[in-house]
DNA sequence: CTTGATCCTTACGCGGCGTGAAGGTCGTAC
DNA sequence: GTACGACCTTCACGCCGCGTAAGGATCAAG
């Protein structure tokens, strides 16, 4: 007869859709305690303890942990506003962690997409370089390439990755033919190419430099992944020698 | 004299940057186990473990679990794309969630910072109340409403809450002095009202419905929230009663 | 042989519960 | 009174990826 609109944990679960076993682990830690129990030790939710649970239901949805709300609903003299804009900056955070690594899965997702072979060595080396990416350019770097790629757009991407399969199909036939690198032609080539790489660093001779680096410290590495044998790498690299010789 | 070049479990550690807990626990799961050991047991990592534990090292920087590496790592006929393209759908998803979350934390933020006595209890509130919005609206409707919120910017938000602010405290005057609700000035008001309302709804006369709905269900809960006396929310939807009834 | 640095295993802790196991209690029907 | 099914109780391990001791053994150099 203490309060015949009491709940069992059975029923507050049901309606708050809740388990018993939440109820049970915020009993356990303090957050929500029955405010009575039957001589037996079965839990009764009164009222009171029903709007206690919505409001705990309420801020965890908003993600807080279980020990900021027990601060706050205990607490009056608690600044709400602060635990927001701390939980808010939080998550923020986590958000942005998250962004750049979906950027690091989508710049692999999109690259073995476009390979044939795509054995799990593969993705490593991917991997390695794309890490050696990061450590050649600064982050401010990074951030123009991004820009850059959003405007050049995901079509004209692919565009140039087809014209880069071509452009070394090409050097192939001229290096089987025995063809001289400092020739017209594969000097043509050179010229195409250096219109890719310009277009892919939008003209920006830093962003060029890092990306000599990044090719030096990792000879041959690059072109494996391009499916391009070291011999053609190598004739490339006079093609390309060649050309700036020239200059 | 099984292996010079053998390193320790507190050097690999050293060089990777993980620590010896780290490398401990991956041989413990079996991800990454010495290929020897010392007559004592201490861990002797070779050369081959060191690829392996950058090979774990780089898959780990995208997030994956340990045991989808090992799954990777050990089964060579898995289909990296696939693990990529799953783990990528499942970072995004997070992203979302917590995309929203920033939504409302914004939400709630936003509308405390313009306030000036913030108690849990009004915290509280204004969370019961973006649910109730949440709930009366549907998907599109609160995109429709971001959309907007985008469009109008944020310092015409600020200054249309100033707005209500000041049409409210002109209200108050009228109730006071005993002003007749159907009376000119405060119909002046009332139109004043529906264009601010107007410019929220963009128009969009389903939104318009749901938002009546949203206070019709929670009465007077808005106005508490606005510090909004009772009575003036009484007089305030007298005002409109008679606004609508007469055109 | 001693010493200091390094290593070993074992085990608990974190966050927020899920998922049992083993057994008591509630309320209703007979 | 008692039988029954639905409900309740506490206890305790599991998850994920380690951090952080505790208590003792071993390594490499002098």
Do not use: C
């Not at 944990?9 to 009575?36: F, K, M, N, Q």
């Not at 009164?46 to 709007?51: E, F, I, R």
């Amino acid at each position: 007869m203490t309060d015949s609109t009491a709940l069992r944990v059975g029923e507050l679960a049901r309606r708050t859709g809740l388990t018993a076993r939440t109820l049970h682990h915020y009993d356990a830690i303090g957050l929500l305690r029955p405010s009575a129990r039957t001589a037996a030790g079965h839990r009764r939710y009164t009222a009171v303890d029903v709007v206690r649970l919505q409001q705990i239901a309420s801020l965890r949805a908003l993600g807080l942990p279980l020990d900021a709300i027990a601060a706050l609903l205990d607490a009056p003299d608690a600044d709400p506003r602060a635990v927001i804009e701390r939980h808010l900056a939080h998550v923020r955070g986590s958000i942005k962690q998250q962004q750049h690594l979906v950027e690091r899965l989508e710049a692999l997702a999109a690259f073995h997409r476009d390979h044939v072979a795509v054995s799990t060595d593969d993705l490593l080396q991917t991997i390695h370089l794309t890490t050696m990416f990061e450590k050649h350019y600064t982050p401010e770097q990074l951030e123009q390439l991004r820009q850059r790629r959003k405007t050049v757009g995901e079509d004209r991407i692919q565009q140039v990755q087809q014209e880069w399969q071509a452009l070394f199909a090409e050097a192939q036939r001229h290096m089987e033919t025995g063809t001289d690198p400092a020739a017209p032609e594969p000097q043509a080539l050179a010229a195409k190419a250096e219109a890719l790489i310009g277009e892919f660093t939008g003209g920006d001779t830093s962003i060029r430099q890092s990306l000599n680096d990044a090719y030096a410290e990792n000879p041959g590495g690059m072109h494996r992944l391009w499916g391009v044998s070291p011999e053609l790498a190598d004739y490339y690299g006079r093609i390309m020698a060649a050309y700036h010789a020239r200059r």
